[in-house]
């Protein structure tokens, strides 16, 4: 299976910093996404960067793939009290099931 | 509705019980997928459909759990003779295509052993 390993496991931060969470995986993928699940709720979906990409934006996300490292990192910029949850990474190639990490627990203070 | 819905959202079985968790998938998602995240974890996976087909099981960790998905939109996942170590979180999520699109969770069903 291939299963993404976030780094830092925690991360705190003030609201309006700048938050990396980084992601690394270990066989080739088609596509690397990432997903944010609040506390007691579903995972939702933000943002999907294919393999021939190495930087993708959508509002205040910043996410970008290294193939060769084999690595991705996700930047949220000025940070808000709702974007506290846990960030998950998915990268996903050919027949492998996905498997997420533990993810990286951000908690944003007001 | 608009996304994927599951029930119960929380049940409380016995040891030995039989549960039954369902899954609403958005309508039109010919993928469909099963995970049980524990507390502090993130999601395993658990088995993966493709309409009514069952392409991938290998994440369901014994015998004692099946998924069906009969008519290729609703599905079941069932745990027979529930444990303790069964206690966790089941999310279904559904995708358009197939698994490397964007997938859509529910909300989960909260399964406790007592």
């Known amino acids: 299976s291939q299963q993404g390993e976030e780094d830092p496991q925690a991360l705190s931060i003030q609201e309006g910093e700048n938050a990396t969470m980084n992601c690394s995986y270990k066989t080739s993928i088609n596509n690397l996404q990432w997903y944010r699940q609040n506390s007691g709720r579903g995972l939702v979906h933000l943002i999907l960067?294919?393999?021939?990409?190495r930087e993708k934006h959508s509002g205040r996300l910043r996410v970008t793939l290294d193939t060769s490292k084999k690595s991705s990192s996700l930047l949220i910029t000025a940070s808000r009290a709702a974007d506290t949850a846990s960030y998950f990474c998915?990268?996903?190639?050919?027949?492998?099931?996905?498997?997420f990490g533990t993810g990286t627990k951000l908690q944003v203070i007001p | 509705g608009a996304g994927v819905s599951q029930s119960p959202r929380y049940k409380v079985a016995k040891r030995g019980q039989d549960v039954a968790l369902r899954c609403d998938p958005i309508?039109?998602?010919?993928?469909l997928f099963w995970y049980q995240q524990a507390l502090g974890q993130g999601p395993e996976f658990l088995t993966y459909?493709?309409?009514?087909?069952?392409?991938?099981k290998s994440g369901l960790p014994s015998d004692r759990f099946f998924a069906e998905r009969p008519e290729g939109s609703v599905s079941t996942l069932k745990i027979q003779r529930t444990q303790q170590e069964d206690s966790a979180v089941y999310l279904c999520a559904s995708s358009l295509r197939d698994r490397h699109n964007e997938q859509f969770f529910g909300p989960g069903t909260r399964l406790t052993v007592l």
């Open positions: 998915a990268p996903l190639g050919g027949y492998q099931k996905v498997t």
């Open positions: 459909f493709q309409n009514e087909a069952q392409l991938d």
């Open positions: 960067i294919r393999s021939n990409e």
């Open positions: 309508s039109g998602h010919v993928s």
